[in-house]
T-cell receptor, first 113, second 115 residues
Framework: DVKVTQSSRYLVKRTGEKVFLECVQD?????MFWYRQDPGLGLRLIYF???????EKGDIPEGYSVSREKKERFSLILESASTNQTSMYLC????????????FGEGSRLTVL | AQTVTQSQPEMSVQEAETVTLSCTYD???????LFWYKQPPSRQMILVIR??????QNATENRFSVNFQKAAKSFSLKISDSQLGDTAMYFC????????????FGTGTSLTVIP
């Protein structure tokens, strides 16, 4: 079974702190994604990566950056956390050009005080 | 741009009954995929069912089936014999054909199965 593991299920941070959310997948998937999930807004794409060291902006990249130094790991970085970044963050992976099933992690719920 | 609309924020159904969740989408693409994902409370999101737009036959997976109306751009999910474990958030999603990376999600429908 594909496994997508997010390093932290729950985090509480203070405004202005730098926050790292880590995601690791074990199925050698080329594509990896970071989504933000908010009630009534569904899933919104922050960034995705289709290869090591490659990244593409999604719909809401402002305030976020990403890093993909190894194929299995995709990190989301909040350089200076703000209260409006309090949310559920979902990592996912998939194979390129396939029928496109996304495999999701369990999510990281971030609260910024 | 592609949009996916789920007009039912919340629904409930009695255990063992049938429920239908609605989804409409807007696209100018001819080849694409549609998905229903399930997110149980505090658990990870999983794929429920997938439909290729070029296939006329509606997809089925055990108690889950879809009603795909391509001309109407409608993609509803029917859950038969509802079980308590079906309680979850359900998301409809659209993917451009073979891109593997351009997904568009609806806002979700929260389904509660009542014992």
């Amino acid at each position: 079974d594909v496994k997508v593991t997010q390093s932290s299920r729950y985090l509480v941070k203070r405004t202005g702190e730098k926050v790292f959310l880590e995601c690791v997948q074990d199925m050698d998937h080329e594509n990896m994604f970071w989504y933000r999930q908010d009630p009534g807004l569904g899933l919104r794409l922050i960034y995705f990566s289709y290869d090591v060291k490659m990244k593409e902006k999604g719909d809401i990249p402002e305030g976020y950056s990403v890093s993909r130094e190894k194929k299995e790991r995709f990190s989301l970085i909040l350089e200076s956390a703000s209260t409006n970044q309090t949310s559920m963050y979902l990592c996912a992976s998939s194979l390129p050009g396939s029928t496109g099933e996304l495999f999701f992690g369990e999510g990281s719920r971030l609260t910024v005080l | 741009a592609q949009t996916v609309t789920q007009s039912q924020p919340e629904m409930s159904v009695q255990e063992a009954e049938t429920v239908t969740l609605s989804c409409t989408y807007d696209t100018s693409e001819n080849n694409y995929y549609l998905f229903w994902y399930k997110q149980p409370p505090s658990r990870q999101m999983i794929l429920v069912i997938r439909q290729e737009a070029y296939k006329q036959q509606n997809a089925t997976e055990n108690r889950f089936s879809v009603n795909f109306q391509k001309a109407a751009k409608s993609f509803s999910l029917k859950i038969s014999d509802s079980q308590l474990g079906d309680t979850a958030m359900y998301f409809c999603a659209f993917m451009k054909h073979a891109t593997g990376n351009q997904f568009y999600f609806g806002t979700g429908t929260s389904l509660t199965v009542i014992p």
